[in-house]
């Protein structure tokens, strides 16, 4: 029963029922309509509605939205309850999103308990509000919260939200004082749709615009939600909703709002396997090295309560981390994440030593010390004599052989990989990566804390660079490719930008410094194919000192370290180099960068799957959007891969394995996929 109805004397109760956070879908809605009339029927004073359990409710069930829409319509429902002769009064118990304030700001009144939030965030979906939102919260709350709610999608907590005259009181207990709102008070309360619309505001929908175009560039529904509040200045209710409902069902069926959907789903989906053991105790971590990472994953533990021996190999290493501490909790109190007492608190549980028998007791370490097989050996061979049998031992390494590193303990079977991303505190991906010989109790270790630090856990195995840097590798190879058949770092950012990224790889290059990918090359020089195409512009640049941000040069300058600006001597550079190794340059289009790099890393990525380093190519989509920044509005690599269809994929790869057959090799996963007509989400291994 997704509503259920109960009445006290003249007041009716109505409860929106469905676990665990009541979305709204085709049997609620008509339990609503049913509501509207029982209620009518029944003579009611008010209906009071309320959300059983922790939300009020948390919008259209998405998973409906493949399908057909289904009768009763949510504005239809919601048009019900505002004409409705009864009043309804929401008792906003919990989050209302979406569909569920758009059900609120119908009802007559709201009342917010002090933990709601009132959101709508459809353009996070790929769609706009579709029942009501964009027409009713701006006749409550003006066009510029309005249109910053709407556009950008974040809710509003109870407090903003009675600021803002979206609700009308924060109660402790929002069911009893809608009980208590005096009758006569309520009845003097305009329906939201007869009050006047705003007046236009040219430069607020300017401003917008122009924010849009840098927080969600490339996304549609943000403008487009911004178009219909716009008409709705001027149109007739019934017609602006209308626009509204028309706007919503368009994008519903376009790719960015089945790339969002299945981005949510896939966060969602992100948890450990049924067969695993429960989450074991976890209350002590050991961290070892005090640099960047290992700070950033001390930090972040400490934040979620747990107790941190943070181990450093010097007291000059051990003031380092402490110092790299102290910058993360006064950026934390700055940013207002944390108050004076919550520091110290946080401070009152970290232990920072050379000594590793302080850590004897703690339930895993996580050593996230300098990328050495040598380094990492000792380590873990010291760790293994000093912690508890029981306790778990990650290594945070980016691209070595978790095997190897194992096989400095006496118990392999406790050792996995927790490979974090900087800044570890707010990175929300981990790999946890599975050796040859981790036990399910180290994996399940790895699931609880990935949990407790709210992160999405993606299972990976074994190989250089398990599965994001593996796929990162073969991106920034095909870059080097491209600078030397004639494209330049900055044409390059460009056309990735302008495909959804952040930033370009050069620009990413230049922010995590260029002597890590020499250090990785250089590791893998014995090992490579020596036929391999290798393109070295990148290793002279290191020669030359030229590191990066930090060394105020590399693919950009950094005068002054500020922004990032063109050097012209790099593309003298990239010609000597393309001289020596006999490539004529030419022009390269952009279709054909974002076509070369965006085919390399989905190649990669079917190998990837192939070889079941990735369990699946949603897993894939999870690290490629919360790791390393593709676009989550095309719905991970893999994904966007399904959109532009297999079949054309490995023709394009085909044509380019003509020039290059060690390079372009088509993944036997793409081949099979396209030869079975199956996409590469429905791809399972034979057998
Ligand atoms: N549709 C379908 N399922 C939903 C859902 C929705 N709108 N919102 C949450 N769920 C599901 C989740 O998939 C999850 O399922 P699982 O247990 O099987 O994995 C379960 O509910 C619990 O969700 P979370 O794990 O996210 O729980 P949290 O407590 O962390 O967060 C939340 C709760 C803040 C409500 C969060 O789930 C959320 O942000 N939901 C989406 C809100 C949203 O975008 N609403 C707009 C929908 S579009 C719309 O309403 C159109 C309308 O204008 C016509």
Redesign the pocket.
């Known amino acids: 029963m997704s509503v259920t109805t109960s009445r006290e004397g003249y007041v009716g109760y109505v409860t929106l029922t469905n676990p665990?956070?009541n979305?709204?879908g085709k049997a609620m809605r008509q339990g609503l309509m049913d509501a509207v009339r029982w209620a009518e029927a029944e003579n009611l004073d008010r209906v009071i509605v309320t959300g059983a359990g922790?939300?009020f409710a948390?919008?259209?069930?998405?998973?409906e939205f493949d399908g057909a829409a289904l009768e009763p319509f949510?504005p239809d429902v919601c048009d019900a309850i505002e004409r409705s002769f009864v009043p309804w009064i929401a008792a906003i118990n919990g989050?209302a999103?979406?569909?569920?304030a758009?059900i609120a700001l119908a009802c007559r009144m709201r009342i917010a308990g002090p933990k709601a939030q009132i959101g709508l965030?459809?353009v996070?979906?790929g769609?706009i509000?579709?029942?009501g939102?964009t027409q009713r919260a701006m006749r409550l709350c003006g066009l510029d919260i309005a249109l910053r709610m709407i556009a950008f999608g974040k809710p509003l907590s109870a407090r903003a939200a009675l600021e803002a005259g979206l609700v009308h009181a924060v109660e402790e207990d929002p069911v009893e004082a809608a009980f208590m709102v005096n009758t006569e008070e309520m009845q003097c309360v305009v329906p939201t749709w007869e009050l006047p619309p705003p007046d236009m505001d040219e430069a607020a929908f300017a401003e917008m615009r122009d924010a849009l175009g840098k927080r969600m560039a490339g996304q549609v529904a943000p403008l487009r939600a911004l178009d219909v509040i716009q008409s709705g200045l001027t149109l007739p209710f019934h017609e602006a909703m209308a626009l509204e409902r028309a706007t919503?069902m368009e994008l519903k069926q376009g790719d960015q709002s089945c790339a969002l959907r299945h981005m949510?789903?896939s966060e969602?989906?992100a948890k450990p396997s049924a067969d695993l053991p429960a989450a074991p105790d976890l209350s002590r971590v050991a961290i070892v090295g005090g640099g960047t990472m290992g700070t950033g994953i001390a930090y972040a533990c400490l934040s979620v309560g747990l107790n941190v021996v943070l181990l450093e190999s010097d007291d000059e290493g051990a003031a380092r981390a402490r110092g790299n501490i102290e910058a993360l909790i006064e950026q934390g109190i700055k940013r207002g994440r944390l108050d004076p007492d919550g520091a110290e608190a946080l401070r009152a549980r970290l232990n920072i030593t050379t000594d590793y028998a302080q850590a004897a007791e703690v339930d895993l370490a996580i050593e996230a010390a300098f990328e050495s097989m040598e380094v990492k050996a000792q380590i873990f061979a010291k760790l293994d004599t000093a912690l508890g049998p029981d306790a778990v031992l990650a290594t945070n390494t980016s691209y070595l052989n978790v095997d190897e590193i194992a096989a400095a303990t006496s118990d392999p079977s406790r050792v996995l990989g927790l490979h974090f991303f900087a800044p570890a505190h707010i990175m929300r991906l981990l790999e946890i990566v599975k050796g040859d010989k981790t036990s399910d109790h180290a994996l399940a270790m790895g699931y609880a804390l990935a949990k407790l630090l709210k992160k999405v856990p993606v299972l990976a195995g074994v190989c250089d660079g398990f599965i994001g840097n593996r796929i990162y590798t073969r991106y920034r190879e095909e870059g080097d490719f491209l600078l030397m058949d004639g494209a330049t770092p900055w044409e390059i950012d460009e056309v990735m930008e302008a495909f959804g990224y952040a930033m370009g790889p050069y620009q990413v290059q230049d922010l995590s410094g260029l002597d890590i990918g020499y250090a990785n090359r250089r590791r893998q020089d014995d090992t490579c194919d020596p036929n391999r195409r290798y393109v070295p512009i990148a290793d002279r640049m290191v020669q030359e000192g030229r590191l990066g941000r930090k060394s105020g040069v590399g693919w950009y300058r950094y005068p002054g370290g500020g922004g990032k600006v063109v050097d012209p001597l790099i593309e003298d550079l990239i010609a000597e180099e393309a001289h020596f190794a006999k490539v004529t340059r030419r022009d390269i289009p952009a279709a054909e960068v974002e076509e070369r790099l965006l085919l390399a890393m989905i190649n990669e990525a079917a190998d990837i799957l192939d070889e079941g380093i990735a369990q699946s190519a949603q897993d894939i989509d999870v690290v490629t959007v919360f790791g390393y920044g593709f676009p989550r509005w095309r719905g991970g690599l893999m994904h966007y891969a399904d959109t532009l269809g297999v079949a054309r994929i490995v023709d394009k790869i085909r044509t380019l394995e003509a020039q290059d057959p060690i390079i372009w090799r088509p993944s036997p996963v793409l081949v099979e996929c396209a030869e079975r007509g199956v996409s590469i989400a429905d791809w399972r291994r034979a057998g």
């Open positions: 665990p956070v979305a709204i922790r939300a948390a919008g259209a069930d998405a998973k949510l989050v999103l979406g569909g569920g758009e965030p459809e996070t979906l769609v509000p579709g029942a939102g919503f949510f789903f969602r989906a």
